[in-house]
């Protein structure tokens, strides 16, 4: 079972960035795209953003649009998010999720949590004011 491990939360001010990271247990595993989801205490968990992992292409929610950037590292098979402008309503426990190749998918770049077959832990982005 592939493990993935999030880094890079931490506590912020209001304006200020920063960027998480991703990493897997097998950093060669076959994966069709990766994601990050958040979730927000008391909140549903929601997407923030995707990348498909051979082609780079990439969707946002809208929420995060203009500020958040998702991107890879296909060397050292790293995720990343880089999260600038960061408001108090990003605060939530970000999580990095992958779908793995050959599953069958009914879009290019899913944004559904269920669509995910592996997950981190979680890392707590908290953004003060």
């Known amino acids: 079972q592939v493990q993935l491990v999030e880094s890079g939360g931490g506590l912020v001010q209001a304006g200020d960035s920063l960027r998480l990271s991703c990493t897997a247990s097998?950093?060669?595993?076959?994966?069709?795209?990766m994601g990050w989801f958040r979730q927000a205490p008391g909140k549903e968990r929601e997407f923030v953003a995707a990348?498909?992992?051979?082609?780079?292409?990439?969707t946002n929610s809208e929420s995060v649009k203009g500020r958040f950037t998702i991107s890879r590292d296909n060397v050292n098979n790293v995720l990343f998010l880089q999260m600038n402008n960061l408001r108090l309503e990003d605060t939530a426990v970000y999580y990095c999720?992958?779908?793995?190749?050959?599953?069958?998918?009914?879009?290019?770049?899913?944004?559904?949590?269920?669509?995910?077959?592996?997950w981190g832990q979680g890392t707590q982005v908290t953004v003060s004011s």
């Open positions: 999720a992958a779908i793995r190749q050959g599953k069958v998918i009914y879009s290019p770049i899913p944004t559904r949590a269920e669509d995910y077959d592996y």
């Open positions: 097998e950093p060669t595993f076959a994966k069709y795209a």
């Open positions: 990348i498909r992992w051979y082609t780079g292409q990439t």
